[in-house]
């Protein structure tokens, strides 16, 4: 009876270590190497062009329509590389030396299916800027219902 119990104050305490662990992770700000993906919201601010500033979703292919651009290609960019981008862009056809800037606004989702004694089994969903680890998603889920070693949990990615 003592092992369980102690087995059981042990793992409610990894558990909330685990919680806890993942409020960095929310607050922190995306890193400049954040590539841009399908889905994402992104600003973006022409200097002295009011009337081209705005917010575009990116399609689910990854390109974008801005001003009088179409289909540009943004997945796998980062935003000061598409703002390298619109700034050629621009430049070429529409405006005279163009100052543009580009940021993240909303990240797509990513999600992770999770599976067996778990109190909440099902989809987790996590922002799309956050790489979640196996522990994170389990916490996310309510966490396990029983105690399983680690040669006991798999991970399955696509």
């Known amino acids: 009876m003592k092992t369980g119990f102690c087995r059981r104050i042990v793992y409610a305490g990894l558990v909330a270590w685990q919680l806890g662990a993942l409020i960095p992770h929310v607050k922190a700000e995306v890193g400049a190497d954040y590539q841009i993906g399908p889905l994402d919201i992104i600003l973006i601010d022409v200097v002295g062009e009011k009337d081209l500033s705005r917010e575009v979703r990116v399609s689910s292919g990854g390109t974008i329509t801005f001003a009088w651009l179409t289909n540009v290609e943004v ?20 405006l ?5 800037m580009v940021s993240v606004k909303d990240y797509r989702n990513r999600e992770a299916t999770v599976l067996g004694p778990v109190k909440k ?4 969903h996590s922002r799309g800027d956050q790489k979640p680890q196996p522990w994170a998603v389990i916490a996310r889920a309510g966490g396990k219902t029983t105690p399983a070693t680690e040669s006991q949990t798999k991970v399955q990615r696509r």
């Open 96 to 100: 005279v030396d163009p100052t543009v």
């Open 121 to 124: 089994p099902g989809t987790v």
């Open 75 to 94: 997945k796998g960019k980062t935003a000061a590389d598409v703002e390298t981008l619109l700034r050629e862009l621009l430049d070429r056809d529409y």
